[in-house]
């Protein structure tokens, strides 16, 4: 009913009201967890079946599991920025593809973020682990220019600068990354405070850094907003040496390991600081599978293709939601995306959106109520959205059709062509038209002749959407410079292998507190 946000902000917000009044407490605390990568198929809860990730387990048992949950893009920098305002990456601008570390461009800081829209509410806001959305000339888009308080982490993916040691003792990453960009840099708010960060320490440091962050303002009695933004499980795989060999499935699972591992440590945290009762937790991941990294990558369950592609693999995600006592237990097939997680939370701690066309729609009928989704439709747009052909594929009801595609992050010799990186851009007329009730692995395409009904509803849904779309101007095209590549040591030749510490050093975690 409230599909067309935009036509219908009165409804919504009525209802917003009302259901504020009625359940919510004082304030809970949010943090949100972020996996990268993380496929539909990865989790023991989605069917896999050498993974261990126990603390997810026991996230999703005292919680609600969504079965038809999708990320914005099938792309991380575009999955982000949705995320964070509650928008498709082509209003806000962040397509195509992804930043890179010396990238000109980040997410317009006029665009309003989860953190903004949470600090307006009183909120403290930390993000620990990977932003992705810019760093720029001089910071300028950095997480503590886009209401954050405090920020520990390295500001992209691990890949983009080069990959020395990945796995206790001593041993070397699967590839040598991106060997021309300067060390990965491991940021404390502004500064670099490890070049190249450390990967055999990297996640216990975001965890010390989650600890304080909650100890300090729990004990402050102030609510608090944590993003925790794993690089797990992007490739290059890695972990430390309690995770190295840990799991029968590989250095995936190693990874996911020390995710699950870390996940585990943040319940600690909230219980330890007694605000268990008072604190929503959600989960999910950015995108599909990384189906290029073979059996490194992830791995979509049985979903069609993975990352980079508009097919379920790429963008349907796991996703639980968190908060005992207050929403449903079980599972869910509602559909639901990481676009509703704004409107959901300002809901939630009764603050207000900001005044803009936001997709999202509050997923509170799906946690509390056992009712239907407030989203009847939902949009998917590719890595690389073009004004021209605009929606890549509606998913209507139970019903998706598929207008355009195009391979994605995926071998030449996987099974599945039309998943394959080489497989080129192909237009459907009439549409691929599938049921994913009966088919969520996109296989039988339907006889559109024979729905014509369904196609209708489709047509106008899309058209109105694509009427309504403002695109926001690429902040890809505005290119890269390398002098922007960050830097411990700004200055230092040769630039930018200069740019290291002269040695791994323990970040100052007392900067949280
Ligand atoms: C941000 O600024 C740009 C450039 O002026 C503008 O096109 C865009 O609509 C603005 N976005 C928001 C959310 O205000
Ligand atoms: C992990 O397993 C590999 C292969 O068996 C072995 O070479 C390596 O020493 C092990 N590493 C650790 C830290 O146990
Ligand atoms: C929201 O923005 C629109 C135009 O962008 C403006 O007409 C309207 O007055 C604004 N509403 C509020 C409550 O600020
Ligand atoms: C993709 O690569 C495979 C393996 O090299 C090749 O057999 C196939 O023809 C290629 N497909 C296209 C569309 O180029
Ligand atoms: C890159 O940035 C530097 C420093 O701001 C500037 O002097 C230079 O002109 C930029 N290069 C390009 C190609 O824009
Ligand atoms: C947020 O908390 C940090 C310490 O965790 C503190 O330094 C900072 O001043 C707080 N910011 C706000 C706006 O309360």
């Given at each position: 009913?409230?599909?067309?946000?935009?036509?219908?902000?009165?409804?919504?917000?009525?209802?917003?009201?009302?259901?504020?009044?009625?359940?919510?407490?004082?304030?809970?605390?949010?943090?949100?967890?972020?996996?990268?990568?993380?496929?539909?198929?990865?989790l023991t809860m989605y069917g896999h079946p050498t993974s261990t990730n126990p603390n997810l387990e026991k996230m999703a048992s005292e919680g609600l599991l969504f079965t038809q949950f999708y990320s914005a893009s099938p792309v991380c920098s575009p999955s982000r920025a949705a995320l964070l305002t509650g928008r498709y990456q082509t209003r806000s601008g962040v397509y195509p593809g992804v930043f890179g570390s010396n990238s000109v461009g980040g997410l317009p800081l006029n665009e309003t973020t989860i953190a903004e829209g949470l600090k307006a509410e009183g909120y403290n806001t930390s993000i620990i682990g990977k932003w992705h959305l810019g760093v720029g000339k001089d910071n300028e888009y950095l997480p503590t220019r886009q209401g954050f308080d405090s920020y520990l982490g390295i500001p992209f993916s691990h890949d983009m600068c080069p990959c020395l040691v990945c796995f206790y003792p001593n041993a070397p990453c699967f590839d040598k990354c991106r060997t021309g960009e300067s060390p990965c840099p491991l940021f404390q708010n502004e500064k670099i405070v490890q070049q190249p960060a450390d990967f055999l320490q990297l996640t216990e440091n975001y965890v010390k850094g989650a600890e304080s962050f909650i100890k300090t303002n729990a004990n402050k009695k102030a609510p608090f907003f944590l993003y925790m933004?794993?690089?797990?499980?992007?490739?290059?795989?890695?972990?430390?040496?309690?995770?190295?060999?840990?799991?029968?499935?590989?250095?995936?699972?190693?990874?996911?390991?020390?995710?699950?591992?870390?996940?585990?440590?943040?319940?600690?945290?909230?219980?330890?600081?007694?605000?268990?009762?008072?604190?929503?937790?959600?989960?999910?991941?950015?995108?599909?599978?990384?189906?290029?990294?073979?059996?490194?990558?992830?791995?979509?369950?049985?979903?069609?293709?993975?990352?980079?592609?508009?097919?379920?693999?790429?963008?349907?995600?796991?996703?639980?939601?968190?908060?005992?006592?207050?929403?449903?237990?079980?599972?869910?097939?509602?559909?639901?995306?990481?676009?509703?997680?704004?409107?959901?939370?300002?809901?939630?701690?009764?603050?207000?959106?900001?005044?803009?066309?936001?997709?999202?729609?509050?997923?509170?009928?799906?946690?509390?109520?056992?009712?239907?989704?407030?989203?009847?439709?939902?949009?998917?747009?590719?890595?690389?959205?073009?004004?021209?052909?605009?929606?890549?594929?509606?998913?209507?009801?139970?019903?998706?059709?598929?207008?355009?595609?195009?391979?994605?992050?995926?071998?030449?010799?996987?099974?599945?062509?039309?998943?394959?990186?080489?497989?080129?851009?192909?237009?459907?007329?009439?549409?691929?038209l599938y049921n994913l009730h009966n088919d969520p692995s996109e296989i039988y395409a339907l006889d559109v002749k024979e729905y014509t009904d369904v196609m209708k509803e489709i047509e106008m849904v899309k058209a109105n959407f694509e009427a309504g779309m403002v695109w926001g101007e690429s902040q890809m095209d505005r290119g890269s410079n390398s002098s922007y590549d960050p830097c411990a040591k700004p200055g230092c030749t040769p630039f930018p292998s200069c740019c290291t510490t002269n040695s791994f050093i323990e970040p100052d975690m007392s900067l949280h507190v």
């Open positions: 009913m409230c599909a067309f946000v935009w036509m219908c902000r009165l409804t919504c917000l009525i209802l917003l009201i009302d259901y504020g009044a009625s359940k919510a407490v004082a304030k809970p605390n949010v943090i949100l967890l972020f996996a990268d990568d993380l496929g539909y198929g990865d933004a794993f690089q797990h499980t992007h490739h290059p795989q890695f972990a430390s040496k309690t995770f190295t060999n840990s799991s029968v499935r590989g250095k995936f699972g190693d990874a996911l390991n020390e995710l699950d591992w870390a996940v585990g440590q943040v319940f600690q945290f909230i219980e330890d600081a007694g605000v268990k009762d008072n604190t929503f937790v959600f989960f999910t991941s950015d995108n599909g599978p990384s189906l290029l990294r073979q059996i490194r990558g992830g791995n979509a369950g049985l979903l069609r293709c993975g990352k980079g592609t508009t097919w379920e693999g790429g963008q349907r995600v796991p996703a639980i939601a968190w908060w005992p006592g207050m929403i449903r237990t079980g599972k869910t097939m509602e559909v639901a995306a990481t676009v509703d997680v704004f409107p959901t939370l300002m809901n939630l701690v009764g603050g207000k959106l900001p005044n803009v066309t936001m997709d999202g729609v509050d997923m509170a009928p799906i946690l509390f109520n056992n009712q239907k989704s407030n989203r009847d439709f939902y949009i998917h747009y590719p890595t690389n959205p073009d004004k021209t052909l605009g929606v890549y594929a509606v998913r209507w009801q139970q019903y998706k059709a598929h207008y355009h595609s195009h391979g994605g992050l995926c071998p030449d010799f996987y099974p599945d062509t039309m998943c394959r990186s080489n497989y080129s851009l192909h237009s459907y007329d009439p549409p691929l």
